[in-house]
């Protein structure tokens, strides 16, 4: 079971968010999200629940058409869209689903790319900056074939490549959008230790999920979306419960404990939820 800090400090805030693409077409409603200091949070919900238009607008990429986002900056909040782009890229770091290279250059450029925003346009790559990527390759696994051109891999090993990017960075803040979607269960179960321990190191990462299991096991608190709106927040324990599973994903579950670590199963769907919607 993993629980985090009360004590956490604020590092960045949505208030009130939401985001209309045309008159009459709401894709969030008046969602709130906190993320604190050495958070894994999950953001789960059914397909269309709004769940990566929310990591949009709370990474900066889309602005709410009502609402806030805001970031503790030198220990105070300013909004995320006041901030220096550079800042911005400094600070935040947002991957997308099913990222992956569409122009063939080597691995190890690739990763390097996670360093620019620290790099003035007229200076090459510095000591400090090629260490930070060969650390990122490590800590994924793909130093192996760091020469390997990126097209030339498998689409899990290039989602392996964009994660070893963005943490080359070493952001204060990941949005990941389904990073664990094209990888097999060793992978998928890598990705999550990664982003766990990037949240430990006194950032957070913020993660959409379809898996249950893993987020149940992996996040210290998950937001529940359904239909554009918050259905609830917090603990796994909390979220990940027969009747939150039936309400909104429409099935029956299997919820159990292994020792202090959640496990959840859907096992049939209930047929009536549908018509229900």
């Given amino acids: 079971m993993n629980t985090a800090s009360n004590d956490n400090s604020l590092l960045l805030t949505g208030q009130q968010l939401t985001f209309r693409v045309e008159e009459g077409i709401t894709l969030i409603r008046d969602v709130t999200v906190d993320i604190n200091e050495g958070e894994l949070i999950g953001l789960i919900g059914p397909n269309g629940a709004g769940k990566s238009t929310l990591l949009r607008v709370l990474s900066g990429i889309e602005t709410p058409s009502d609402g806030c986002v805001s970031m503790t900056v030198s220990g105070s909040l300013k909004l995320v869209s006041a901030l220096a782009v550079r800042e911005r ?24 790319l996670g360093r ?26 793909t130093l192996s074939y760091r020469k390997r051109l990126v097209t030339s891999l498998s689409g899990g090993e290039q989602a392996l490549v964009m994660m070893a990017r963005v943490l080359a960075g070493e952001p204060e803040i990941i949005f990941a959008d389904e990073p664990v979607s094209t990888l097999d269960p060793y992978h998928q179960l890598h990705v999550m230790e990664l982003l766990r321990e990037h949240a430990r190191e006194a950032k957070s990462a913020v993660v959409v999920l379809h898996d249950l ?65």
């Avoid at 890229?89 to 390097?112: D, F, N, R, T």
């Avoid at 000591?127 to 994924?140: C, F, P, S």
């Fill in 89 to 112: 890229a400094q600070k935040l770091s947002y991957l997308v689903q099913g990222a992956k290279a569409h122009w063939p250059i080597e691995v190890e450029q690739m990763i390097a």
């Fill in 116 to 141: 620019l925003p620290f790099q003035k346009w007229w200076q090459p790559a510095s000591d400090q900056d090629q260490e930070k990527v060969i650390r990122a390759m490590r800590l994924t696994e």
């Fill in 213 to 277: 299991s893993l987020a149940a096991r992996f996040c210290d608190r998950i937001y529940l979306m359904n239909e554009g709106e918050l259905f609830c927040e917090g603990s796994p324990e909390r979220v990940l419960n027969q009747q939150n599973m039936a309400c909104v994903y429409g099935v029956d579950s299997r919820i159990s404990f292994v020792g202090q670590r959640l496990s959840i199963s859907p096992v049939a769907r209930l047929r009536d939820h549908q018509q229900g919607r």
